[in-house]
């Protein structure tokens, strides 16, 4: 009989293991999706929704399921039992042969005081610290992050995006970025630190590095150790913690061991990939490749000809500038960057999945072919089918 593999969780991670599943398990695999939600939300275009730039699009995660072939429960998960392979949800206990966890990791405030941009739910309040800016309220805006886990792009891309509008609007405000940071955008290495200092020079966006924030209030942000910054209003990102499912193993962060593919370490038939794992950098497009490596350790072990691959991170990014956006691409630890103005990859999308990409390039309308597709090294090669719908080549 086919193997049950039961996904907790439909976000990024969760859904490209089913679609990979799907595609590498020869039918020797069902799987059975457990979510609370109802929908995707593709959150990394949350950052321009306040400009009235983008969007963040959101998708039936039951079109999702369908086409990867998958069931879906509406449920929150409350607790496994590794030993009976069951979990506990809100809408009852369900069995399973193999376990991933797709869960993600829970956002929370990190900066008393600030302005925290979790993405969506928080456009309101963000949108707030525009009209006082541009109304008067508040001439200098500061934008930090925390230390730890977590995903800088989005405080960089807000900072951008903000000195782009106001200057639109002639207001005059001051913007400043503090970050614990050695470098700024330092995972993507020295290219990119370079190409961000000189955005910021010409937008005059100062930037403060190596520098933890601690609270904000009584107009400054004041910094761990000695230090502050005046600051009228203070956007901060959250700090990530994992969710802490009752019978899994987690450290002092609630994050889950795991090995090179992707095995939760002293379980058996249990994985986890995305924010969840305790791989510390937390990206969409390093979530699908661990869902992958997950997947084919999976689908192999089912009995599928597939030869697994371990998690080997290649770190992609489009940061938006108000302007031109920059690609950028890294294997994480070499600090060698790749850089450009046009697609590095294709779909030239936020998050990169190898099986997730094709169906919400056909959603989002990325239909056309890549621009420059003679000289340009794109990695995720995908094509038109016959019938239409994109497919990797």
Known sequence: MAKRVLVLGAGVA??????ALQALGEGRVTVE????????????LAVAEPFRLAEARRFPVAHLAEAAGASVTVASALRVDPDRK????????????????????????????AVTFRGPRDEAAFEAVLSDAKEGRAHRLVFTMPAGMSWPLPLYELALL????????????TIELVTPEPEP?????????????????????RL??????????GGVLR????????????????????????????????????DEHQRVRDLEDVFAAGDIASFPVKQGGLAAQQADAAAEAIAAEAGAQVEP?????????????????????????????????EALWWPPAKIVGRYLAPFLADQLQLSSPPPGAGSVKVEVELDRGPAGAWQRI
């Open 309 to 341: 691959q371990p998690f080997r991170p290649v770190l992609r990014g489009i940061l938006l500038t108000g302007l031109t956006p920059r690609f950028m691409r890294t294997e994480l630890g070499t600090y060698e960057t790749e850089l450009d103005t």
């Open 208 to 217: 403060v590095t190596s520098t933890i924030p601690l609270e904000a209030s």
């Open 33 to 44: 999706l457990v979510s609370p939600d109802s929908e995707f939300v593709y959150r990394p």
């Open 223 to 258: 910094f761990l150790g000695t230090g502050e910054t005046a600051a009228d209003r203070v956007i901060a990102l959250p700090r990530l913690e994992g969710p802490r499912l009752e019978g899994i193993p987690h450290d002092g962060n609630g994050f889950v061991p795991v």
């Open 86 to 113: 069951t979990v506990e949800t809100s809408a009852g206990e369900i069995d399973y042969d193999v376990l991933l966890l797709a869960l993600g990791a829970k956002p929370l405030v990190a900066v008393p005081g």
């Open 162 to 173: 903000t000195a782009v509008h106001l200057s639109d609007t002639g207001s005059e405000v």
């Open 185 to 205: 955008l330092q995972l993507f290495g020295k290219a990119a630190s370079e190409a961000i200092t000189e955005l910021f020079g010409l937008h005059g966006i």
């Open 14 to 19: 969760g859904l490209e293991a089913a679609l």
